[in-house]
């Protein structure tokens, strides 16, 4: 909440001095008060909303709350499931208004833009000039490019191609008490000073706020093929991803979904899934056309044995249906029982299988329904446990089954955050994972940045 002896009307008259009245917003509005994590009844509070047109404006903004000891909290689609973009008191700083497309240099692979910008638009314009950015967030049609960077946000292609972080060479950054500073840029490679670029990314708003971003891209493959197969169980499933991996093959993608999730799902599966089938796996392959034609069949074969079945479109509309098909798990599982808390952990791959199973015995120890699927290439699971909407006694339920999650992945030599961040949903849990030297850097970084605490307070630690 705000910390000086500043009546509300004069916050938001204030405000609207700075970046004009049509673009101050009273903190009522609910859509800035949640994200996606709003399943979970987690919705927040704000003195004034601010939807700032260029980067000096949120600069501009940022050294007012900074004058004025006032949380600040970035926002960009409110996409997030970790609560980063739920305020609780303070001025929300919506960049939604940031959208310019700065510069694209299509023969050198690279494009500048906007915090705000989404990230549908940047892989479109992408590939209109025979290009690609690989990020692809399960959200990219509301998710911006500002929100992807402070959470590192990953995707089914991050296997092969890395989550956002590899894909940003600079950054525009509004830092306290309300300055904008470059890091990186048009550039490759950058081995000066500190990188203070990473330290950024992944930081969900906490250190500062991005407001522009330099990105790299790469050549479009001409061809993508994926193949889903389907096994008995999660030990047949687990030993194909383990071949996949073995055979040296870099699919550009490789998925899971244990039986709950297919319980869930099976029924709008574009293609036969077997009587029986109780774990599947999607793994793509990409390239040229010839490469790619190779690499599947390569693949068909790692996937084929234990296999119950197998489906391998080659259609664009086919492919398409697939990973429609994928995109929907989530919410073909939230409409078992009306809704989930859902937490994603990483482990080691080789300790994927042990965690699938144990995912299902932590839920049965709280008594719900749990079950799970993710990015199997990279240990990432998403972890859900089945909820009754209202049902209060099974939201307390699912959030101590949550803890004992982080707690295995932590066990099992993971992390309690693959791609959401922690938020305020996963706040004191990092301390499971670090050591207190550790957490000690930490907290000293988040000083360094913001000596006030004010920039998304209660966040991130």
């Not at 990219?140 to 292609?157: L, R, V």
């Amino acid at each position: 909440m705000i910390r000086v002896a500043t009546t509300h009307s004069t916050l938001l008259n204030e405000l609207r001095s700075l970046v004009g009245a049509a673009h101050v917003l009273p903190g009522t509005d609910e859509a800035y008060l949640r994200d996606a994590s709003e399943s979970s009844g987690l919705r927040g509070n704000a003195d004034g909303i601010v939807l700032p047109g260029s980067a000096q404006e949120v600069a501009t903004v940022l050294a007012w709350c900074y004058a004025n000891d006032v949380p600040i909290v970035p926002r960009g689609g409110g996409t997030g499931y970790a609560g980063g973009a739920v305020p609780f008191g303070g001025v929300v700083l919506a960049l939604e208004r940031l959208t310019r497309i700065k510069q694209f240099d299509p023969l050198l692979w690279r494009l500048h833009v906007d915090a705000g910008v989404r990230t549908a638009d940047v892989r479109r314009i992408a590939r209109e000039s025979g290009l690609y950015f690989p990020v692809d967030p399960g959200a990219a049609e509301q998710s911006q490019i500002g929100g992807n960077i402070a959470t590192n946000a990953g995707g089914p292609h991050a296997f092969k191609y890395g989550v956002t972080g590899a894909w940003v060479t600079g950054l525009e950054v509004a830092v306290s008490p309300g300055e904008l500073i470059t890091v990186g840029g048009p550039i490759r490679k950058d081995a000066a000073g500190y990188d203070l670029k990473s330290l950024f990314i992944g930081s969900e708003g906490t250190l500062g706020i991005v407001t522009s971003a330099w990105l790299r891209l790469i050549p479009a493959p001409e061809a993508a093929f994926p193949v889903a197969a389907f096994y008995p169980g999660v030990a047949e499933g687990c030993d194909a991803i383990e071949r996949v991996l073995g055979s040296g093959l870099l699919v550009a993608a490789l998925e899971y979904s244990d039986q709950g999730t297919l319980a869930a799902a099976a029924a709008s599966f574009p293609g036969t899934v077997a009587d029986g089938a109780k774990f599947a796996v999607i793994a793509e392959v990409d390239g040229s056309q010839d490469e790619a034609t190779r690499l599947r069949k390569e693949l068909i074969e790692a996937l084929d044995e234990g296999a119950t079945s197998l489906h391998a479109p080659m259609e664009s509309g086919d492919i398409a249906s697939l990973w429609r098909w994928r995109d929907g798990v989530s919410i073909a599982v939230t409409a078992r029982r009306g809704g989930k808390l859902s937490e994603d952990i990483v482990v080691p791959v080789d300790r994927l299988a042990e965690a699938i199973e144990r995912i299902v015995d932590i839920g049965e120890r709280h008594g719900l329904p749990a079950c799970s699927w993710g990015h199997a290439g990279d240990g990432n699971l998403h972890a859900t446990f089945l909820l009754q909407p209202g049902a209060e006694h099974e939201r307390a339920a699912a959030e101590a089954a949550a803890h004992d999650l982080f707690l295995l992945a932590v066990e099992l030599g993971g992390s309690i955050s693959g791609e959401h961040g922690i938020g305020c949903i996963k706040l004191g849990e990092l301390e499971r994972q670090w050591a207190p030297g550790a957490m000690a850097l930490h907290r000293a970084v988040k000083h360094a940045f913001d000596p006030k605490g004010l920039l998304n307070p209660g966040k991130k630690a």
